[in-house]
């Protein structure tokens, strides 16, 4: 049994390190064939290859904790948190991204409790079988379910790649985009991705940058409502590509890199918690200012 569990883990392991290597010699390829080449070299001061090391060691290891974290997944998603309805801090809801399920947000969860948000939601989809529509109706549910549980706050959405995009859509939405008070998104492809070719079902396919979908919604997405809207992203994001479709073009949003590091560490990234710590206790002091 442990030799199966070993041979599991080293096998589990290689797909992983291919994965990572494979991402980056594209990511790569990309840089070096646009001019985000020169870009890169002048954000890390000559230091490009030594960024993308540590991209591809962040994402090693980083694969590895989604591997392991994945069972959490279905834990978290039979749990009701009760209501603390004195907490000083706004309800939140975090949405994983692609192909991922709530246990993306093991150490998200763990840092935002740590710092006084006690009142902490998840939103999940199917990444195989849900259209982006079905998965905007779904989450406009769960905001709208999670604001009726505190009439007196409004709720952050915190979403990641794919669920940044949801997250931003969910913002914009007639439906409950009055009952939103922060958007923040990490390493969200706001124009797509070229690797989103690659995926598979109908969500991956609305993802492709260029692609009709994304295309009309940076035409049509814009700010109708003065929500705070941050979006944080990593010098060497090895998944979306090119690295400006991390960037809207709609106005309203602040766009901050953060450390170079992979796509999926940024969820496991502490510093860059720290940044929507610090984002969101300065949203929640103005609201109290005002």
């Not at 010699?25 to 960024?51: P, V």
């Not at 740590?114 to 999940?124: H, L, M, P, S, V």
């Not at 797509?192 to 919604?217: C, I, N």
């Not at 705070?228 to 890199?257: F, I, K, Q």
Request: hydrophobic residues 45%.
């Amino acid at each position: 049994m442990s030799k199966l569990l070993l041979i599991i883990l080293l096998g589990t392991a290689i797909l992983v390190l291919q994965l990572t290597c494979v991402t980056y010699i594209l990511f790569w390829y990309e840089a070096a064939n646009s001019s985000y080449r020169k870009e890169l070299d002048q954000l890390s001061q000559g230091k490009t290859k030594t960024w993308i090391l540590r991209g591809i060691l962040t994402s090693f290891f980083s694969l590895l904790l989604v591997v392991l974290s994945y069972p959490l997944g279905f834990w978290m998603r039979q749990r009701h948190p009760e209501p603390h309805v004195t907490c000083r801090f706004p309800p939140v809801i975090l949405i994983h991204g692609l192909y991922h399920n709530a246990g993306a947000w093991v150490l998200c969860r763990y840092w935002l409790k740590r710092a006084g948000f006690r009142n902490i939601y998840t939103f999940e989809y199917n990444s195989w079988k849900s259209s982006f529509g079905d998965c905007l109706e779904g989450l406009v549910r769960r905001a709208q379910e999670v604001k009726a549980l505190f009439p007196q706050q409004k709720v952050v959405l915190i979403g990641h790649s794919l669920g940044g995009v949801l997250s931003r859509a969910c913002g914009d939405s007639e439906a409950c985009g009055k009952d939103i008070q922060a958007v923040v998104t990490l390493g969200s492809p706001h124009k797509g991705s070229k690797l989103a070719v690659l995926g598979l079902g109908r969500l991956a396919e609305s993802l492709v940058y260029g692609g009709a979908f994304m295309e009309e919604m940076e035409r049509t997405a814009a700010p109708r409502r003065n929500i705070p809207r941050l979006a944080l992203y990593s010098p060497v994001d090895n998944m979306v590509l090119p690295n400006h479709a991390l960037e809207t073009s709609c106005e309203g949003w602040v766009h901050r890199r953060i450390a170079p590091i992979s796509h999926v560490a940024i969820l496991y990234h502490r510093p860059t918690a720290k940044l929507i710590l610090d984002h969101l206790e300065k949203i929640v002091q103005e609201t109290v200012e005002t």
